[in-house]
């Protein structure tokens, strides 16, 4: 039962990321943060991935992906 909860959070999650990445993207626009601090949350997020998939915390890990996507998406805008 707890395998199945987590499919279905991360696969809720995975919907909600790709529907920001796509809002990001046809809008232009990405979050509203300066450049620096978006870069210190993708540090942050990389380094939470690596710790969660090293102890196997697949749930975990796939939450800081999503962090480490959706900020990288919006320097990508930010930038451009």
Excluded: E, H
């Amino acid at each position: 039962m707890k395998k199945i909860l987590a499919i279905v959070v991360v696969l809720a999650m995975v919907l909600v990321v790709i529907g920001l990445m796509m809002d990001m993207i046809s809008t232009g626009s990405g979050l509203n943060y300066p450049i620096w601090v978006q870069l210190i949350f993708i540090l942050c997020f990389l380094a939470m991935t690596i710790a969660n998939l090293r102890k196997r915390d697949w749930l975990w890990g796939a939450v800081s992906i999503s962090g480490v996507a959706i900020c990288a998406v919006s320097v990508g805008f930010s930038i451009l």
